[in-house]
């Protein structure tokens, strides 16, 4: 009897959730058919039948949250086998128990939550944080500073209708209208320009790239028109845009999908370059781009956007410029940002089970660095590693090293090292491309190595 | 027109005299492009353009002295010294530069006219590009977005025939200008931008179309450079008796000078007097330029950002 397995619907998909069921058992099926509703971390997809039948079980429940990529959900029974009753098989069982309280109304973009937000958070005290992803967050920084400062809209690729391509814009259309929230035409190079002009002329564009990788094409106006105006005027113009969207690998994507800008951008003086880990930092840093009188560029990534963090309620900002200590240490001190400072946190966890008790540093924003933090944790641990994912020549990695050459020589107890990706095009085949990337275990090495362990 | 003339000869012999360094572009020759166009503005609208701009500036009403002396790199210059003949702004004057790169000013343009519509101002931007700057691929990403979102925005092709050293019709296989909004539904005009009468006409007709919300325009004008691309072009693609026979027949200064005197607006003795201020002027500012001291070495670090992170 043919079952149907959860598809992946994008590349980075490992799970989903089975919104609404279209079909109960005993239906009969053609081909084509939409069977169900599957809710992504990026968009709800319709699931089609590929063969007709009846259907004969539902094996995973409507609303059930979480159901892993290649999880058996439903069996059809072709023509053949049509006799088969619908007095189904074991796990049908399953289907009595709903997880999740009340999930499928996702079609409304607007109305504010997602499904984390639905479930409330209860070991939480209300009014503090809420546990939110990081793609919430970013979602809800834009909101609060477009109902703030009516100088402020977003445009991008599939930012409106769409309602973002990774799904970040969701709901801005329909509480900021399309004068607010505007799809463009794919056309970086002119529409990173008329962003630039349009903060030129006094307003606050917030440009949303698909991927930094297509910001290739508007890297001119980044950097000829945004960063460098405020100087060449000599004071005179300002040019407050914010330009986001995912940097880095994602996943099985390619070499041309797949790149860290970071290195590149935070060479650049005139520019603003964030790249925050967790989806507090994410919300606080870009209400705090978005309120910058400067270009700010701001490095997300699509690895990170399903993931959740608590979130502190309210006006939360987090200042520009500042490092943050995601765990205190002692015995060696790991520098990341982005997604790579996950990877030095996990490091973190088996250097403990070593006695090796490692701080982790997440830089947060990239251009201007704070290197005091740096330099201080240095100073108690006289120990160092940076990790990035990205590749490792001319990088923030080699940045860090240098300076702590320049200003913290005599706090080395041994040589900095750094672990990042491999220094080639990121390949496509799965084995290589984890060979590829960075790694935990590397992390590990390199601190053990610096602790003489 | 007799400023900017007066003003980018002198501006000619200061940099043979080393006194400006760098690449430096002049108008002479094009003025009535940017004279006529102007005339149609207000205090309000947006102008913006590429890196040949000290006539825009001074069209826009800015100080002859503040222009000659970010030419020369001095303190008191437009941009504190620090933009140089390229890199020229004045915000208060409406005027967006002065921006280096081929064409970047076609998109940054159409956002000026964005955030008009954004603001509901009523007011209008005008970008000025080249007959090069008019193959770059952004200059028709503008114009798709322009059209498709109706902005305020004039563009204006200052066709003088020569991309550097490569004429239109080497590097364009329309080489009619005015067409290249067509496939974008932006209409088109050309104008003889030698003529100042008829570029205030057409600037006219163009302001009231943009201004009434019809979307962009497009107006190509048909003008020439006499000098080299840069002061540094010998100029040795087209013959000096192409350029001569251009001044004789069709510069714009001659052109409107014959006109006045004809109509009786003016007699000889008061258009000798217009010249001899205007003289008086650039000399003057040229003096300032060369007298007036350096940005001061601690002005190396400011301006890179406004906020304290």
Not at chain 1, 90 to 113: C, I, Q, Y
Not at chain 2, 258 to 275: N, P, Q, R, S, V
Request: charge should be negative.
């Amino acid at each position: 009897m043919p079952q149907i397995l959860l598809p992946a619907m994008s590349p980075t998909m490992e799970e989903g959730t089975l919104a609404k069921w279209l079909v109960a058992v005993g239906d009969v099926v053609k081909p084509g058919d939409v069977i169900a509703e599957i809710e992504t971390d990026k968009a709800t997809m319709e699931l089609e039948a590929d063969d007709g039948g009846t259907v004969t079980a539902l094996l995973v429940a409507g609303g059930s949250e979480g159901v892993k990529v290649g999880t058996p959900i439903i069996t059809i029974a072709g023509e053949d086998e049509a006799e088969t009753p619908a007095a189904a098989p074991a796990p049908k069982a399953t289907m009595e128990e709903p997880k999740a309280v009340s999930l499928p109304e996702r079609e409304t973009p607007g109305d504010d939550n997602a499904p984390v937000a639905a479930a409330p958070a209860p070991d939480i005290a209300p009014g503090t944080t809420r546990r939110q992803t990081v793609r919430e967050a970013l979602r809800d920084a834009m909101a609060e500073e477009m109902r703030t400062d009516q100088t402020v809209f977003v445009m991008g690729e599939e930012v409106a209708e769409y309602q973002g391509a990774y799904k970040v814009t969701q709901g801005l259309l329909e509480e900021f209208g399309g004068s607010r929230v505007i799809d463009t035409p794919i056309t970086e190079y002119g529409f990173a320009g008329l962003g630039t002009g349009a903060a030129m002329g006094g307003l606050k564009p917030i440009v949303e790239f698909m991927t930094f990788n297509f910001a290739m094409q508007a890297i001119d106006h980044i950097i000829n028109s945004a960063a460098k105006t405020l100087y060449m005027s000599g004071g005179q113009m300002r040019c407050p845009i914010v330009f986001r969207g995912p940097n880095g690998a994602a996943s099985r994507v390619g070499a041309q999908h797949s790149q860290n800008y970071g290195p590149w951008y935070a060479s650049v003086p005139g520019l603003i370059v964030l790249a925050p880990y967790s989806a507090d930092d994410a919300k606080g840093l870009l209400k705090a781009a978005i309120r910058s009188p400067d270009p700010v560029v701001f490095l997300e990534n699509e690895l990170l956007y399903g993931q959740s963090f608590d979130v502190p309620e309210g006006d939360h900002v987090v200042p520009i410029g500042k490092a943050r200590i995601v765990k205190a240490g002692t015995d060696v001190t790991l520098v990341s940002y982005s997604i790579g400072v996950g990877v030095a946190l996990q490091a973190a966890e088996t250097l403990a089970g070593l006695g090796i008790n490692a701080e982790v540093i997440d830089l947060r924003t990239l251009r201007p660095m704070d290197t005091a933090t740096v330099l201080a944790s240095l100073k108690k641990t006289n120990r160092m590693v940076v990790v990035e994912e990205g590749w490792p020549t001319c990088s923030i990695a080699s940045e860090i090293m240098a300076v702590v050459m320049e200003k913290g020589f005599d706090d080395l107890d041994a040589p900095v090292l750094r672990v990042t990706n491999v220094d080639v095009p990121l390949p496509y085949a799965a084995n290589l491309e984890k060979a590829a990337l960075l790694k935990a275990e590397d992390v590990v090495t390199a601190a053990r190595a610096v602790c003489y362990k | 027109m007799v400023l900017i003339r007066r003003f980018e000869e002198r501006a000619g012999q200061l940099y043979g005299m080393g006194q400006i360094g760098g690449f430096c572009h002049l108008y002479i020759g094009q003025e009535a492009v940017v004279v006529g166009l102007q005339a149609e503005l207000i205090k309000g609208d947006s102008i913006i353009t590429g890196y040949r701009d000290h006539g825009h500036m001074l069209a826009c009403g800015i100080s002859s002295k503040a222009v000659m002396a970010e030419l020369t790199g001095r303190a008191a210059g437009i941009s504190g010294g620090k933009g140089g003949s390229m890199h020229m702004f004045s915000v208060e004057h409406g005027f967006f530069g002065g921006h280096g790169i081929v064409a970047a000013q076609v998109p940054l343009g159409a956002g000026l006219g964005f955030a008009h519509k954004y603001k509901g101002d009523g007011h209008i931007a005008v970008t000025y590009f080249g007959d090069g700057a008019s193959n770059q691929g952004q200059v028709y990403e503008s114009f798709n977005m322009a059209e498709l979102w109706k902005l305020p925005v004039i563009f204006v092709i200052e066709n003088n025939q020569y991309a550097m050293g490569t004429s239109v019709n080497r590097a364009s296989s329309e080489d009619q200008l005015y067409r290249r909004g067509e496939s974008f539904r932006v209409p088109g005009l050309q104008v003889d931008g030698m003529d100042v009468l008829a570029v205030r006409g057409a600037a006219k007709l163009a302001v009231e179309w943009v201004r009434g919300g019809n979307g962009p325009l497009l107006l190509e004008m048909k003008t020439y450079r006499y000098r080299g691309h840069s002061m540094s072009d010998p100029a040795k693609y087209r013959s000096r008796d192409e350029v001569q026979a251009m001044r004789e027949k069709s510069d714009p200064i001659e052109g409107l000078k014959k006109l006045i005197l004809e109509a009786g607006h003016a007699d000889e003795a008061a258009l000798k007097a217009i010249d001899r201020d205007v003289r008086d002027e650039v000399a003057e500012a040229a003096d300032f330029a060369l007298e007036t001291p350096e940005p001061a070495l601690a002005e190396l670090h400011t301006d890179v950002l406004l906020g304290t992170y």
